[in-house]
Nanobody
Framework: QVQLMESGGGLVQPGGSLTLSCAPSGTIFSINAMGWYRQPPGKQRELVATITRGGITTTTDSVKGRFTISRDNAKNTVYLQMNNLKPEDTAVYYC?????????????WGQGTQVTVSS
């Protein structure tokens, strides 16, 4: 059974940096788009950034210039480099992947990792 495993969250001061990582466990045949979403306290989940298998990225306006999404296809891993973090970036961050495993092709979600930006 495929699961997406996230790591790298934590507590950081404003202006600091964190890097999130996400990779699937289990048997994977192919991975198409991967992405990061976040859910701030009391708000709905929102898109942060996506990246295609070929490396084409999209980034939401509120994090442009501060966050960078990348992926290593050989490792089936997607990263989110977050710089100059602000208190409003505080949220649970979720990894998403459109991938094909034994169960066919569908969207998978990670369990979420907490990022807290506070002094």
């Amino acid at each position: 059974q495929v699961q997406l495993m996230e790591s790298g969250g934590g507590l950081v001061q404003p202006g600091g940096s964190l890097t999130l990582s996400c990779a699937p466990s289990g048997t994977i045949f192919s991975i198409n788009a991967m992405g990061w979403y976040r859910q701030p306290p009391g708000k709905q989940r929102e898109l942060v950034a996506t990246i295609t298998r070929g490396g084409i990225t999209t980034t939401t306006d509120s994090v442009k210039g501060r966050f960078t999404i990348s992926r290593d296809n050989a490792k089936n891993t997607v990263y989110l480099q977050m710089n100059n973090l602000k208190p409003e970036d505080t949220a649970v961050y979720y990894c998403n992947a459109d991938l094909r495993g034994w169960g066919g092709a569908r969207d998978y979600w990670g369990q979420g990792t907490q990022v807290t930006v506070s002094s």
